[in-house]
Structure formats: C-alpha cells, structure tokens
C-alpha cells in the first residue's frame, strides 16, 4: 500500500539534500526518508534539515534503509558519480547505469510501487536503464528531465522583455544536454505569441536574442559549474515541483524525461516530451505539433541518445 504523504530520497549529495531541503520547505510530504551508500552522511542531512522544522510544516526527516521506504509514494533517485579528471562521457555513462541497477534492484526487492523520480545525470539515459531493469508500467518511472532547462529559458526571456517570468510559457524538450531545443513555435508571453511581444516591447526583430537564450539556456550548467563546481538549487526547485505534482494529483504539464511509444515517430527511449504528471506518474504524453526544423532537431535529438544507449545494452 502507497503511502501518498511519504517519500525518499536516494542519494545525499549537493542535489538530494537541495531536493529533501527544498520539500521540507514546502510541506509537500509528512514523511521523508534519506539514503545514502555513507548512511553517516544521510543521518546529517537528515538531522540537519529536521532543524528547521519549527519554522516550516510539521514532518517526520529521517535517514533510513531500502526497507523503509517499499510504502513512499514518490522515490527520488540522485545518486550517481561524478566526472573525473581523463574519464570520458561514456565512462561516466557505463558508471552511473551500473549504480542505478544496483539501486533498482534493492527498490524491486522491497516491491515498491512508488513512482520512480530519476535526477541522476545523463537523467534520459538513466530513465530509461530504471524503466528497463524496474519492469514498472512506463508512467510510474520518469526522470526530471528539461524541467529545470525550460525553467532557464522562461527566466531568460523574461529577463530580455522585461516581463513576469510567470507570464513566460515556452520550453525545451529533447535531451536535457548539448542536443537539447527550444520549442520557439509554442513560446508566447500570456498568449501572446512570442515575436509580436517582443515587438511590443520594441524589438523589430528577436531571432539573434533567441539564439543567444537558447545558447545560455544550454551552456547554464557548464557557466555555473566553472564558478562554483556544482549546480543544484534550480535542480532542486524543479525536481521539488515534480514531486508535488504527482502527491497533490495537479495534472501539471512539465517536459519530464518520459518513455515514448511512437509519438513523434519515436520509440524504445526516453526523451524530455511535455506530459502530464499526477498521482499516477507520466499520465499523459502530449503529441503537440512542432516546426519542421523542430521535427527534425527532436529526432536528431533521439539518435544522439540513441547512439548512447546502444553502448550500455548488455
């Protein structure tokens, strides 16, 4: 039985602590379990963030074992290694896909029926090893995704326009890394589509500022990286918002990483795609109508993922 008020975090660095830290703050769960392979490290964060009960919403923060987390309805998985020095991408792939096997096997052996939220990076690639090795109904294992990119670009072109970035709706989709795009045939601020804004606001032209957004928007990780050796508070809200979604049944539409079955003209991997998200997972995947060029950049997309994927099938 799903305890819907319940989740665990998997995996106490930068990101999961930012994630457990940025749910406590909102009271989304009454109860949280952290895990972590330095289980000394999970019982700090833990204690840590518990410290800051009296001023945010009642909970119960603790660190704890796969055993004791088999009722959470949300199971949120950052764990994953770092980049070294001489390692290649690939390398980090091979690594990364062997951890979350590891995770997933002890999150079946305790027969979870939780949905499975995956940060860890390249988070597509890891989606899909989740999906393939959990045998879980494709809608209850999602990865993050370009959540935290489309968030990027909303506050990118609200910085140029000078406007609410509330009032931005736009996003990316495709992988959440270099081959990613933005949507720019769906962008509009409060309905209003995002070239004729952008004229109001006094541009006779917006195409060389959309390229510049959309090359921030890309390199934001890298730029951030360089100054302070890591991201993870935006990652934290997002991964936080998606969460929410699934306990508080919002049916939001976010560009999670999904498990496409045909749309698009794609299959057999998962791709950041808007969809729905409620108390069932990925409830929906939204076939929306793109560009020609974005059609074409979406499955160049898939291929470069594709192309990944092929060399950790064992």
Request: hydrophobic content about 40%; overall charge negative; aromatic content about 6%.
């Amino acid at each position: 039985m799903v305890n819907i008020q319940k989740t665990a975090v998997i995996g106490c660095g930068f990101v999961g602590s930012t994630i457990a830290y940025t749910l406590m703050q909102k009271g989304t769960f009454s109860e949280m379990v952290l895990l972590d392979e330095n289980h000394a490290k999970a019982e700090g964060e833990a204690m840590d963030i518990s410290h800051g009960l009296p001023f945010a919403h009642a909970m119960d923060i603790r660190a704890g074992s796969y055993d004791d987390i088999a009722d959470a309805a949300v199971i949120i998985i950052t764990a994953g290694a770092n980049q070294k020095p001489g390692e290649t991408r690939l390398d980090l792939v091979q690594k990364n896909a062997r951890i979350m096997r590891s995770i997933i096997s002890e999150i079946k052996r305790v027969n979870c029926e939780g949905i499975l939220l995956i940060v860890s990076n390249p988070v597509d690639i890891l989606t899909q090893v989740a999906l393939k090795e959990s045998g879980f109904p494709k809608e209850r294992v999602i990865g993050s995704g370009t959540v935290l990119d489309t968030a990027r670009l909303k506050y990118l072109l609200s910085e140029k326009l000078n406007v609410d970035s509330r009032n931005v709706h736009a996003f990316i989709a495709g992988e959440h890394g270099d081959s990613e795009l933005a949507v720019w045939s769906c962008a509009n601020i409060y309905g209003i589509p995002l070239e004729d804004f952008a004229k109001i606001r006094g541009y006779k032209s917006f195409e060389k500022e959309k390229d510049e957004i959309y090359h921030a928007v890309r390199d934001s990780a890298y730029e951030i990286i360089e100054r302070k050796g890591a991201t993870y508070y935006g990652i934290g809200m997002a991964a936080a918002k998606i969460a929410e979604a699934v306990v508080r049944d919002s049916h939001t539409v976010a560009p999670v990483s999904v498990s496409l079955s045909g749309e698009y003209g794609l299959s057999g991997l998962c791709l950041s795609i808007p969809s729905v998200i409620g108390r069932g997972g990925a409830e929906q995947v939204l076939e929306i109508s793109l560009a020609g060029e974005e059609k074409e950049k979406l499955k160049a997309s898939a291929e470069e993922l594709r192309g990944v994927l092929d060399t950790i099938r064992q």
